[in-house]
Structure formats: C-alpha cells, structure tokens
C-alpha cells in the first residue's frame, strides 16, 4: 500500500468501489499498516490505530480484515504462553514441480514464516491447548506435506498429552505443487483428528477467511465443535469453480459462514472480539482447569 | 507411454467402469443397497454385498455409467454428499457384520455445485476419512480409472491401495493444474507428467501396493486373476488382529 492510499477517500465513488472489488476479487490479504486504511466492504476510511485496537474489525460494517497467524496468535493466546513446535520445519521440491523452488522462496520472504500453519503449545484464558493456526500470507494457505506433518505432529503431542486441540483455518486447499502427496495429508492430518477424538479429547476448529478445498475436506470439519468468523467463505469447491461448472451465478452471501451455519454445518458464528473469551468457556465446559493469574492481567488485546 | 496417455486411457469412454467390474467378478450374488438413510440415494456411487470364495463382501465403487444415458443418470461418476455417507453407512454395516470392504474408485472428482456445498460436500468427504481410519475391518481400494483429488481419497483410505496399469490418481485434474500455471488449460500433456499422476509414479511414491497389468483387450482372464487376488489380499488381511491392521493402516498415512 502506498502513500497516495491516504487520500483514498477523495477519489470518485466509483473508483474506490472498483478498487475494492479488485482487492476483494484478488483474495490477497489486506493488512493496513498506514495511517488510513479502507474498508474493502463498506468502503469508508478507517484510522489504522483504530482498526487495530477493534482486532482488525471494521468499526463502521464489522468486517474482519484478513489477519496474520502471529497476530493471531497475540489476540488468542494469553501473553507469552505460545512455545511453538517445529518452527524450522520447511518444505522441499519433493516432486520437481516447475517454478516451485521459487514460490517457496517467495512465500517465506514473503510471510517471514516456514510453512502455512503455526503449531504450539498455548494457554487460553488460563487453559492450557495445543494452538495450530493457518497463514493465508503463506501460498494462501496451502496444504503441502510440512503442513499436514505439523498438524499432525500438533495432534499426537496433544494426545499423548490429553491437551485440547484449537485450529484456526484458512485455506486455498491442497498444494498442488506437491502432487499426490498433498492430497495424502487429508488422510494424515485426519488419521491423527481420529485418535485424539478416540482418546476423548476436545477438538475445537475456528473456520476463517477464506476455508476452502482440501483443508475443508478433512481436520476443518472435523472438530467436535466447529466456530466460525463471520462472513468467512467457508466451501468445498471454491464460488469460481461452481459458476464454471453449473454455467450460473451463485447467490449473494453462498458459502458465508452465516449460510453453513443456517445449513447446519457450523456450530455458532462468533466475532474476532469474543472469540478468546468463547474458546475459554468452551475449554472450561470440557474440564480445562484455568491458571486464575493470566487473565486478571488483563493480557488480551 | 506418456502420462498423458495415462490420463486419456483411464478417461477412455470405453474403458470398463465400476459395474463391469462388480458383474465380472461377482456375478449375481452382488445384491445392491441404497440410500444414505439421510437425504437420498446417489446414483453415483453403487454398494452392496456380494460373495467371494463363499464368504461375504462389501463392495462400494463409484460408477461413471456405461453409455451416455448412463452416465448422465449416474452424474457422470460425480458424487454428492450423499453419495459419501451412503458409502460410509455401507462401511459401517460391513464393520458391525465383520466383512471386509472392497472399493471400486473411478471418478474425476465429488460434485462441484449448489447442492453438493449446501449439504456438505467438504464435511462427508472429511467424515469419510476419519472413519475409514479407525474402522474395525480390512478395505481395500482399487483405483480403476480416474482417481480425482479428495472425491477419490474419501473411498481410498485402506489397508492397500491398487491401480490399474493405466489409472491415474491426481491432486488436481491437469486441466485445472495447466490453467492455474500458465493460465492455459490445454497444456494438459505438460501438467500430466508434472502432477506424477501415474500408477508407475504413484508406486514409486508408495502410494499404491500394487499396479495391476491391463491386457490389450479385456478378457475374463484378467477378471479372474483378478478375483483371485482380491480373495487372497482379505484371506491375508483378515488374519491380522484388529489392533495390528489399524496401526498399519494409521502408519501407512502416517509416513506422507
């Protein structure tokens, strides 16, 4: 974003409206960092600091503006309780797909990060979990074998450990670049889902921006209680790839959040701003014992 | 051959599809079963129990259809939601009557439409795989055709997994890989050997346990070795301990 973004809000309507739908259309992540920022939806300026302390929500239409996975992890977890796993994890051309190398190098400049998904140890309004949370900024999400590898791995330790698991997802599916491997990763990730359900464990997924295809198709749908950020597009087959088969328009508002939830395929729909305290109720409701001294800190965002 | 002639012989119109299959190697004693119990019967996937070396079997296997008429009743091997649990609620049954699980794979992907999202295309698949982990009885999945992404997988998590000769087994159609690469989806023959989709590739990654070798003209030889095997793979199976035949299966995906 650059600085001339500031003045956003003196361009003709119509031109700001096109420049939303081209954000929105692209399904880049929108992260503010200037002093002005505008709403992709509402379409009005929004103070960068002010955004900031609404957990990146529009204060005008209640957007949730794509996030981080480490902001992510700020606003969940209580402060400094996240111990990450495998953070050197990282993945390789195990296949030689063409230009892969490059994506991989690009994605980690790109998010600072190794992989699509951060996995660790946390504590929640006191109760401890094992926290894995997706990073759009990173190839989009995609499932790749080191992903599905820290999933799993964040599954076992939490079984062995009779810990809940949390799983913030967002996603663009699997990684292609990957071949048939990523698609092994479904069958991974659900495998090791199974055996921390067998033991008797609380699995609790939070479905965000955009939740599509093979994360979809397995540990996203596959918690005891599945929670969503509103407005998420949450689908199987992405709406492009819908239109493209069935030669039709899709309705306003299909695959939102709201929509799987009418459907019966998401438990409740909790904004950013409740999501911490919602986790922790839940996890107390299944027999996580809180630590009293976090929260009284006042350690939330 | 190339791995785009892979793809078009496993797309092959008059390639045997599921029910050839099922006829071939149980003859009548397959007696269908239908219906998810839930919201419908899909026509896409077929089930039912048969005999084999006179012991029973549960056979589930998605049908492409035969001929157009077919093909357009059964959705051309797409299934919906319902087409998964009613292969699940198959499963189950075979587990709680300790027969073994026998599925046929040969479609280009699940459904993408209205539908299929508004009843859970993504959470039948994900239920699927969860399930077929942890059920108490061999399956096998046998990839006959196309083997399209998380539509194939949802009945391929077995104790072994085989392919014909000629089947492919793929992430993402190439189709739909070429065009997200360089934006141009007839650069099928390109993706196709990028994607690794073939049988060979696929058991090099240790994917499959076995290719089964395809004769020039299908003839009933190939459908009784094949019968035989089959028959051979569950007698072996079957002698596994439950808890030993779970833990194999869970480190057979474990190691991807």
Same mark, same amino acid.
């Given at each position: 974003m650059n600085t001339s973004d500031i003045f956003n809000f003196l361009k003709p309507k119509n031109e700001l409206e096109n420049q939303g739908d081209t954000l929105a259309a692209q399904n880049q992540p929108f992260i503010p960092d200037e002093l002005w920022v505008k709403c992709?939806? *509402?379409k009005k300026p929004v103070l960068s600091s002010d955004l900031n302390e609404n957990f &990146?929500?529009?204060?005008? *239409? %209640?957007y949730h503006f794509r996030i981080g996975a480490r902001q992510r992890i700020e606003i969940t977890a209580d402060k400094d309780s996240f111990e990450e796993f495998d953070a050197d994890m990282t993945s390789v051309n195990i296949i030689d797909f063409p230009d892969y190398t490059r994506k991989l190098k690009n994605a980690k400049l790109n998010? %600072? =990060?190794?992989?699509?998904v951060i996995t660790g140890k946390a504590k929640i309004g006191g109760c401890e979990v094992v926290l894995a949370v997706m990073n759009s900024q990173f190839m989009m999400g995609s499932m790749g074998t080191v992903t599905g590898e820290k999933i799993t791995r964040a599954f076992e330790y939490a079984t062995e450990h009779k810990l809940p698991v949390i799983i913030f997802t967002v996603s663009g599916g699997a990684r292609m670049q990957e071949g048939i491997l990523s698609l092994m990763q479904m069958a991974k990730t659900s495998a090791a889902a199974k055996l921390h359900s067998d033991a008797g464990l609380l699995y609790i997924t939070v479905l965000t921006d955009p939740t599509t295809g093979g994360v979809t198709a397995s540990?996203?749908? =596959? %918690?005891d209680i599945i929670l969503s950020e509103p407005k998420a597009l949450i689908a199987f087959a992405g709406p492009r790839v819908i239109e493209q088969t069935i030669r039709q328009k899709l309705p306003k508002?299909?695959?939102?959040a709201e929509f799987l939830l009418e459907k019966g395929f998401v438990d409740k729909v909790v904004p950013r701003s409740k999501m911490k305290e919602t986790l922790t109720s839940l996890l107390i409701l299944h027999g996580s014992v809180p630590e &009293?001294? =976090?929260e009284k800190e006042g350690d939330s965002q | 051959m190339s791995a785009f002639d892979s793809v078009t012989a496993a797309r092959a119109n008059d390639r045997p599809t599921a029910i050839d299959y099922i006829t071939r190697i149980f003859g009548d004693s397959f007696i269908e079963l239908h219906g998810d119990r839930r919201f419908a019967d899909d026509k896409a996937v077929i089930g039912g129990i048969a005999e084999l070396g006179g012991k029973p079997v549960t056979v589930i296997a998605l049908e492409k259809g035969r001929n157009l008429k077919e093909r357009v009743e059964r959705n051309f091997g797409s299934a919906h939601p319902e087409g998964y649990r009613k292969a699940l609620r198959l499963m189950k049954q075979a587990e709680k009557f300790h027969r073994p699980v026998l599925c046929f794979v040969d479609t280009s992907g699940a459904y993408c439409g209205i539908g299929a999202e508004e009843r859970g295309q993504g959470q039948a698949i994900a239920e699927n795989l969860m399930e077929m982990m942890t059920l108490k009885t061999p399956v096998l999945s046998i990839l006959i055709g196309e083997g399209g992404s998380g539509g194939a997988l949802a009945l391929a998590v077995a104790d072994e997994v085989w392919m014909l000769e000629n089947a492919i087994y793929s992430v993402i159609s190439p189709e739909g890989c070429a065009s997200i690469l360089w934006k141009d989806s007839t650069k099928t023959a390109e993706a196709s050997e990028c994607l690794k989709l073939t049988s060979q590739d696929l058991f090099k990654l240790g994917v499959i346990e076995r290719i089964i070798r395809e004769p020039k003209t299908v003839d009933s030889v190939m459908f009784d070795s094949f019968k035989t095997l089959i028959g051979q793979t569950f007698e072996k199976l079957s002698a596994v301990d439950t808890e030993t035949l779970l833990a194999k299966r869970y480190n057979r995906f474990r190691k991807f």
């Open positions: 992709p939806v *509402c &990146k929500v529009c204060p005008s *239409c %209640g998010s %600072g =990060e190794n992989e699509s540990f996203a749908m =596959e %918690g508002d299909f695959q939102s &009293k001294t =976090e | -």
